[in-house]
């Protein structure tokens, strides 16, 4: 009977395999049929097929390897490992082929589903249950995280402090991709139920990644509200026409021309000699267009504290923008579609989504990248306010495209690393970045849950579950790289977006898999089982115990003294009634 058993569960095992060995047939087999030549080897569609399949292969594959003691692995990391290296070994460079606009627009959509998923999965009444302790610990660590990335990245990598901040707030999110699994591995073997700790744990780590999205969001509007983008050509012609210098040009051609036509050979020859001069003085001169257009606008009303508050306000007011079109949007579905039409799960769902989707798009099109993030994040969480019961259905139908997008998102992000963007200076000085910043942030989480009622113990578990990063990492950490290859920027700033992109790799692949080992290794050890009483109720155990047995003494006492007492008085009686007779 029990080779029977190993046998029905080795069949089991081969029959799993071999079906997913057929879906990813089918998967290059389907759109070879459809397309054709475009998904044949070195195609851009054979490419992405490729990595999403490999990338699902080998996250699966990270994920069941067992370590004893330790929870496992999570696929992303196995997805992010596949990513990079399906683009950076030569023999199998398959990401190489991946249009960088297809993956831009994937990884883009992705970004709102995960959004639309977050804001789904935020609880109201978690946040009303530990408001003090949960903001704390949603806010003090982020923004100290923020801080310091902004002041190490100045110091160290050389970076405007906007664009460190920016970092900052990328880096300053806890991915509960990576908590939430290894947290409710622990609640449902009962250690830190009774303080609530894996509760307060999954709604902060949910309005953290809130915060860290809103911080960059405004971020991201000042960071690139002071780069030159290709759209300003147009506004510098219209600075210099208003300034007059076209003016004199146009009226001085005339002049250049009659003057040509009498020059001598000499002269021509001459001219061509010092091409190259004229050439140098006009890039020269191309430098100050800054300074006319400064003035120009200075001319018409602005002066330059008004356009250095513009650059800092654009973010906040993205922002405060997006969270109002989020609640009237979120408050329209509540009414549409009806709960009681036929099929309002599925279609609220497609609504969220398309909603998360068209925001993330079009806010970049219209040059206010801020405000679609949050709008793709705040209206499902208001929407679901009056959802009810269906709130998790539709989070769960969310929950089901996430998966396929997932390995999409994570694969992209890291064929998008390549060995030859990232030296070894980068590397170094990025894992620098991530190191001082997790201390930092460390202690900043053991600070804000000091005066929360947890012991010693409790707040080390608690820091060291604030430290896995991946999910909102992965998600805006090429956001930055997109925007500035769509708004055409010079290579300086495109370069300082790779290495954003990078160190936020960096971070996912330091702090994720060992994030995930020591909630796991840490957790029976530091929290109290609910079946185990903790410190106050022992002592108080005890306190009961000793005046249980001071009473028992006590009784015992009292209990000599009456059988004294009777025997006195026995004795009385008997002495007076030998005195009667």
Avoid at 306 to 330: D, H, N, T
Wanted: with cysteine; glycine share 8%; hydrophobic share 50%.
């Amino acid at each position: 009977m029990e080779d029977r058993t190993i046998m029905e569960i080795t069949v089991l095992d081969v029959k799993t395999f071999v079906t997913w060995l057929l879906f990813l047939v089918i998967s290059l087999a389907v759109p070879w049929a459809v397309i054709g030549d475009d998904v044949t080897p070195y195609g851009n569609l054979f490419g992405l097929i490729v990595l999403v399949d490999v990338c699902l292969v080998f996250g699966w594959f990270l994920s069941i390897i067992p370590i004893p003691k330790l929870p496992p692995i999570p696929p992303l990391v196995g997805m992010l490992i596949a990513g990079f290296a399906l683009a950076n070994i030569p023999v199998i460079n398959v990401g190489y082929y991946i249009r960088s606009d297809w993956s831009s627009a994937l990884r883009t959509i992705a970004l709102a589903v995960i959004l639309v998923k977050a804001g789904l999965d935020l609880d109201s009444s978690a946040l009303n249950k530990m408001k003090g302790t949960c903001i704390r610990l949603t806010i003090i660590p982020c923004i100290v995280e923020a801080a310091t990335c902004g002041w190490v990245c100045y110091l160290l990598l050389d970076f405007p402090w906007a664009w460190g901040f920016l970092l900052g707030f990328v880096l300053g999110a806890v991915t509960p991709a990576v908590i939430v699994p290894c947290v409710l591995s622990l609640q449902n073997k009962g250690f830190g139920v009774k303080k609530g700790i894996p509760s307060l744990v999954i709604a902060a780590s949910s309005f953290d990644d809130v915060l860290a999205i809103s911080g960059f969001s405004v971020l991201l509007g000042i960071a690139f509200a002071d780069v030159p983008l290709a759209g300003d050509s147009v506004k510098v012609v219209k600075a210099l026409a208003d300034s007059g210098v076209l003016l004199n040009a146009t009226t001085a051609i005339p002049d250049v021309v009659t003057t040509g036509m009498a020059v001598t050979t000499e002269l021509a020859e001459l001219a061509t000699t010092t091409f190259a001069e004229l050439t140098t003085t006009a890039v020269v001169n191309a430098t100050t267009l800054a300074d006319v257009a400064v003035t120009t606008a200075a001319a018409e009303g602005m002066s330059e504290a008004g356009l250095l508050a513009l650059k800092i306000f654009r973010g906040p007011m993205e922002m405060v923008g997006g969270i109002i079109i989020s609640i009237i949007l979120g408050t329209i579905l509540w009414c549409l579609p009806d709960s009681n039409q036929k099929g309002a799960v599925k279609a609220r769902t497609i609504l969220v989504i398309s909603i998360g989707i068209f925001a993330t798009f079009a806010t970049r099109i219209w040059q206010v990248p801020g405000a679609g993030p949050l709008i793709a994040i705040v209206t499902p969480f208001v929407a679901g306010m009056r959802w009810g019961e269906t709130k998790a259905q539709i989070s769960k139908n969310v929950g089901y495209v996430w998966w396929i997008f997932e390995p999409i998102l994570f694969g992209l992000i890291g064929a998008e690393i390549t060995i030859d963007t990232f030296d070894s200076e980068t590397i170094g000085l990025g894992i620098a970045v991530i190191l001082i910043c997790l201390i930092f942030r460390t202690a900043a989480t053991f600070i804000s849950i000091s005066f929360s009622g947890f012991d010693l113990k409790e707040k080390i578990f608690l820091c060291l579950a604030w430290l896995p990063k991946a999910t909102v990492q992965a998600a805006i950490g090429g956001a930055a790289l997109d925007t500035a290859r769509n708004s055409g920027v010079s290579p300086e700033f495109v370069k300082l977006a790779e290495t954003i992109l990078a160190i936020s790799v960096l971070s996912i692949i330091i702090t994720a898999p060992l994030g995930a080992a020591a909630i796991g290794i840490s957790g029976p050890k530091l929290l109290h089982h609910e079946d185990e009483p903790e410190e106050a109720e022992k002592d108080a155990e005890m306190g009961a115990a000793e005046e249980e047995e001071e009473a028992e003494d006590q009784a015992v006492v009292e209990s000599h003294e009456m059988e004294e007492t009777e025997t006195k008085v026995e004795d009385e009686e008997t002495k007076v009634e030998s005195e009667d007779s």
